[in-house]
């Protein structure tokens, strides 16, 4: 009786019904929505947190091509349903070792009153936030159609701030503007930098995660998860009325989306809290996504790599064995009648000194790129050139370095450019992954650089979403990880398929080295990028100014080493690089330490400060073990803060060790200066750090047995 009860009282304050109108609030009850037909039969929506608005009624719909009533309006409610679901679930890695998904759902079921479709659209309240997909069931009146643009909108309360980058259908690869939303349109031109592709796209238009702040203190973060078989989606922004509307990556013909019910869309996703670390704790975005499809993942583990690959962004060394173009010159790929450029990266000498350093410093692999035929002719501008995957230079030889590898402990970690040509990434795939199974290779990075071919597609298309996941799935047979750079921003589908280990997708660290990122750079990112999934920023670079390894490159890192430390912290990824040049580590071993310390895999999070653009601080604790590792990264305002370790075990001694920006350490004038302090300390212990411009600290926290 008492269990019966319960659950009506639950069902009747979680869901209440309006005729028209319904209601749902989150297991907490602190957030509510309310959806709602208008007179005309159109679908809307509004969500506020603790009684605070903040979506306005938004409307939902999407408009067809080629048909004379799109799924806009003319709807009734014909059927509705709701449900309360809790699980805990164990992802392969992540930030925790046990994730809670917690939420209420309303499931509305519309029917067109003129031309009998039915669309149902799925609400799903947790207590940070509101996820919501179009789904269209199997129906007589609807079974191909074919997506002219989607209409949901997000209209907001006011003029906010936002952290965001211009809307492009090729690149992520921006530095944030933080500005008010009445000023996007201002700013947009300026915002786009020079490695951009240029789409042309609405002066208004922006990408996800979009990172918000009311001028009440309410954070909102807008994004999508599970993106699958369908348009990533950017956001237009009417900046009369402050409402944001969906906008698809069109294919080459301009059409949005080629549907076959049953079928549904992404998530589309809105975060709300009035503290900015609830945002970086959330886990909507993977709980929005299926459980792992992989029956067997014993093979999937993450990975601290370091790799032949610094030199070559800085210019002091080269992808490309020659200078020439042995393919459009001989007609034949005939490296025995060029002459090598001498600056080749990927040959036998080198790729075994980093080996050796990777084995003696224990780290898992060595990433080698430049090491198969034809980046010549792709720098050439040989448009018809595609790699095949499997054929070496002939200073890289394949099975010799394996065995070396092999010999030392140390995995090889192969790279595969497809040069933007998926269409023959796909015919090439089954021999290349073989390939790598076949000499020891169990991880690939991908990079899908320059303009898709051959059809002209964009990099976030329908189309092209589609090929990133086969990849994934393709490599899921062959127990492979991936690791896929310039593809599209991640939304959740790692819990799905765990061996895409990592993503760039973003503005990395090899911008640093093009010219430079902000210095707030990496206090944004975490707001943004890294809410779809982890990122393979590739951290760790002590050498800050790029002309002391390429004198023809004036670039500077904008960051301090100690910064560099703290990212193995705040920038989650189960697969870390150590970016820099060996050379480089050991003119700085002490502070090397820290990198060869920190753990990739975690059973705890605990996020002590934050505000976007300004400033976190972040403590995760090692999967089975009882280390914790501290990171804090900071903008451009120098600040002492103090931080408590009350997240520590009570009763029990540790041993701090306190890597910090020096007093005079600046990002620009004197990155490299940094203290490294060893202190006890115990749960009840609060230290105060200072962090530079630019700079940050680390911190290892060890029991004392």
């Not at 499997?390 to 370095?401: A, N």
């Not at 898709?452 to 996941?469: A, D, F, K, L």
């Not at 093009?514 to 393979?536: A, C, E, Q, W, Y």
């Not at 920190?598 to 972040?618: C, K, Q």
Request: aromatic share 12%; hydrophobic share 35%; glycine share 6%.
């Amino acid at each position: 009786m008492k269990l019966r009860v319960f659950i009506v009282f639950v069902c009747s304050v979680l869901f209440v019904s309006f005729g028209n109108s319904q209601e749902l609030r989150s297991p907490n009850g602190e957030m509510a929505m309310q959806f709602s037909l208008q007179d005309n039969g159109k679908p809307t929506y509004q969500l506020t947190y603790k009684n605070q608005e903040v979506i306005k009624s938004s409307h939902l719909g999407l408009e067809l091509k080629d048909d004379a009533k799109s799924l806009l309006d003319d709807f009734e409610i014909v059927d509705s349903n709701t449900l309360t679901f809790d699980e805990t679930w164990q992802p392969i890695w992540g930030e925790e070792s046990r994730i809670r998904n917690h939420y209420n759902e309303l499931e509305v079921t519309l029917k067109q009153k003129e031309t009998d479709r039915l669309m149902l659209i799925r609400f799903r309240l947790f207590n940070d936030g509101l996820g919501f997909r179009y789904e269209f069931p199997q129906q007589d009146n609807l079974v191909y159609f074919v997506i002219k643009e989607e209409r949901t909108q997000f209209a907001m309360t006011g003029d906010h701030t936002a952290h965001w980058i211009a809307g492009d259908y090729d690149s992520q690869e921006y530095d944030y503007t933080k500005s008010r939303l009445s000023e996007i349109r201002g700013l947009f031109d300026s915002s786009r930098q020079s490695n951009a592709s240029q789409t042309a796209f609405s002066k208004t238009g922006v990408q996800t995660a979009l990172m918000l702040k009311t001028d009440d203190g309410l954070y909102i973060n807008l994004h999508e998860a599970a993106l699958v078989n369908y348009a990533c989606m950017h956001l237009d922004l009417n900046d009369e009325t402050m409402v944001f509307e969906s906008h698809l990556t069109p294919d080459v013909n301009g059409d949005k989306g080629y549907m076959q019910a049953p079928c549904n869309s992404p998530w589309r996703t809105i975060m709300v809290s009035d503290d900015a670390r609830d945002i970086l704790a959330s886990r909507m975005t993977l709980n929005l996504n299926e459980p792992c499809a992989i029956e067997n993942t014993s093979w999937i583990k993450p990975v601290k790599y370091i790799g032949v690959w610094w030199e070559m962004i800085t210019g002091k060394g080269s992808w490309a064995y020659t200078n020439e173009l042995p393919a459009v010159q001989l007609g034949v790929t005939d490296y025995s009648k060029v002459k090598p450029n001498g600056i080749h990266s990927a040959n036998n000498e080198k790729v075994k000194r980093y080996i050796d350093f990777a084995s003696e410093h224990g780290f898992d692999g060595v990433l080698v790129e430049g090491w198969n035929e034809g980046w010549e002719d792709w720098f050439g501008k040989s448009k018809d050139y595609v790699f095949d995957f499997v054929t070496p230079y002939p200073d890289f030889d394949v099975e010799e370095i394996h065995k070396y590898a092999k010999s030392k402990g140390v995995k090889m970690i192969m790279h595969h450019e497809t040069s933007g040509s998926v269409r023959n990434y796909e015919r090439h795939i089954d021999k290349a992954y073989q390939f790598m199974k076949d000499n020891g290779y169990d991880a690939v990075k991908s990079g899908y650089v320059g303009n898709i071919i051959p059809r002209g597609e964009h990099h976030y298309s329908q189309y092209i979403v589609n090929h990133y996941q086969y990849a994934v799935e393709k490599a899921a047979e062959y127990e492979i990880m991936v690791n896929a750079h310039e593809a599209v921003r991640p939304t959740g589908i790692c819990r799905t398929y765990p061996n895409l280990i990592g993503n760039e997708s973003a503005r990395g660290t090899e911008f640093q080295a093009f010219g430079g990122s902000k210095p707030n750079h990496v206090t944004v990112l975490p707001f943004t990028r890294l809410i779809g999934g982890p990122m393979d920023y590739t951290p760790g670079i002590f050498e800050m100014d790029i002309s002391k390894l390429n004198p023809d490159n004036n670039s500077h890192v904008n960051s301090t080493l100690a910064n560099q430390l703290a990212l193995y912290v705040t920038m989650y990824s189960p697969l870390q690089m150590a970016a820099d040049l060996p050379e480089n580590y050991e003119r700085f071993m002490d502070a090397f330490q820290f990198i060869k310390d920190v753990a990739i895999d975690w059973d705890r999070s605990v996020y002590l400060e934050a505000e976007p653009g300004d400033y976190l601080t972040i403590a995760r604790k090692e999967k089975g073990g009882d280390t914790w590792f501290v990171g804090n990264v900071n903008g451009i305002s120098p600040r002492e803060a103090t931080i408590t370790l009350d997240f520590l075990d009570k009763g029990k001694k540790y041993e701090a060790i306190i890597y910090v920006d020096a007093d005079d350490a600046h990002y620009k004038t004197n990155p490299q200066a940094y203290t490294i302090k060893t202190k006890k300390v115990s749960s009840k212990s609060k230290l105060k750090l200072w962090s530079a411009s630019g700079g940050g600290y680390a911190i290892s926290i060890k029991p004392i047995n």
